[in-house]
């Protein structure tokens, strides 16, 4: 496999949503070379990110529990 580009790392973490400051800190550790930082780092990122999606699917839950309601509403009304 081609190694990524310095370029295509910041594209890769930009893309991914990642703060300059998180993709600086990236970098640092790309330049000293240690693969164990990265990975901690993207590990973390990736918890964080995902706990961001878990949030907003209580929000849809929540969007969608009330919509339940009133078609259950409209349903017995129509009856």
């Known amino acids: 496999m081609a190694k ?3 370029d295509e790392i ?3 973490l930009e893309d991914a949503g990642c703060t300059t400051a998180f993709i600086d800190e990236y970098l640092e550790t790309l330049d000293e070379g240690t693969t164990k930082e990265q990975l901690r780092l993207l590990i973390g990122q ?3 990110q995902l706990e961001c999606v878990h949030t907003e699917q209580k929000k849809l839950d929540c969007i969608d529990y009330l919509r339940y309601h009133l078609q259950k509403e409209q349903e017995q009304k129509k009856k």
């Open 4 to 6: 990524l580009t310095r």
């Open 10 to 12: 910041i594209q890769i």
């Open 46 to 48: 990736r918890c964080r």
